[in-house]
């Protein structure tokens, strides 16, 4: 009988004590697993699993275990916030598996995507056929985001009898105050241009904008940095 209470106590501890955890390391890692994520999070399931069936261990051990767990996701996201470049090692990158309404075999390759398994990705999102698509982005957590040519767009234009229109994919140019060469080498644009359309809008100096949005032939959507109270950071 108390064989069964102890597995009682121990099991009611760790379920209260994931639930602080998860309530600590915020939503996005609930709806946003990474590879990373979810690996940690079978280790974990493992080591409580195993802690509750050890006769040796008891509450003590799974308190340490769900606390290094925690210490060590939070760790992780701390310095992912802090440190832009390491989110690429930790979170990885989206990638750009279909790029104009081309296939982009090196990329899929590089992600060990197959046809079949993209297909299967583009059928989740209700697209059948892959001419339907002119942009379709594998992101970091193995779903597929997608932009549709503008002739199969809801409503579509070739219902409405109307010419086909260039689709533009939005490219971010400023994140967290930081700029992303990549993304402005990509589009041949430069750091020079990005001051200039910057001031046009009344900010001198890149660390006071938190989000930048480029799409070709249309004005910069621009974010600057806000608090909770929706009142402008003072970065100075």
């Keep these: 009988m108390s064989d069964y209470l102890s597995m009682f106590t121990e099991t009611v501890f760790g379920f209260f004590a994931l639930f602080v955890i998860t309530k600590v390391l915020g939503k996005t890692q609930i709806s946003q697993i990474t590879p990373f994520d979810f690996i940690s999070a079978l280790l974990l399931g493992e080591l409580v699993g195993n802690a509750l069936f050890d006769e040796k261990a008891g509450v003590p051990e799974i308190a340490f275990v769900v606390t290094l767990y925690g210490v060590l996701m939070y760790s992780s996201e701390i310095i992912t916030q802090k440190f832009k470049r390491t989110r690429g090692l930790i979170e990885g990158y989206p990638s750009v598996v279909i790029h104009n309404g081309k296939l982009m075999r090196d990329v899929m390759k590089k992600n060990k ?3 079949h398994q993209l297909q299967h990705l583009l059928r989740e ?5 892959i001419q339907e698509v002119e942009f379709g982005i594998l992101e970091s957590d193995g779903t597929l985001s997608v932009l549709r040519k503008s002739d199969y767009q809801t409503p579509t234009r070739k219902d409405m009898k109307l010419s086909p229109q260039e689709v533009k994919l939005p490219v971010t140019l400023v994140n967290d105050g930081e ?3 990549d ?3 990509e589009k041949n644009l430069t750091e020079e241009w990005l001051h200039e359309k910057l001031k046009e809008q009344g900010y001198e100096k890149v660390e006071e904008v938190f989000y930048v949005e480029y799409t070709k032939g249309e004005e910069l959507f621009i974010l600057p940095f806000f ?5 402008k950071w003072d970065v100075q």
């Design 227 to 231: 608090n909770r109270d929706h009142q």
């Design 183 to 185: 993304n402005l080498k």
């Design 179 to 181: 700029i992303i060469y």
């Design 125 to 129: 999102k209700d697209v059948f056929s």
């Design 113 to 115: 995507l197959d046809i």
